[in-house]
């Protein structure tokens, strides 16, 4: 079983949040900055279950690399 195999292949933002156990605010972010990819359909915003699971894998690597400040 997958992480998100509960939740349908096109999601709205309430689900993505309740997916990634944040705020509507916080997720309404991530899609306004495109760290999530997303459709506008008319006033509503969908996002695809592949464009959450690819975020996270991107903010999973970028979390794991090491720093090269110093």
């Known amino acids: 079983m997958n992480l998100f195999d509960a939740y349908p292949d096109i999601m ?3 689900q993505v949040s309740e997916a990634l156990y944040i705020g ?4 309404y972010n991530l899609i ?3 760290a999530i990819g997303h459709l506008r ?10 464009c959450l699971i690819e975020y996270i ?13 110093g």
């Open 12 to 14: 709205t933002v309430s």
């Open 24 to 27: 509507r605010n916080s997720a």
């Open 32 to 34: 306004n900055r495109n």
């Open 41 to 50: 359909i008319g006033s509503s915003i969908r996002v695809p279950k592949s």
């Open 57 to 69: 894998a991107s903010a999973w690597h970028a979390a794991n690399e090491p720093d090269k400040t």
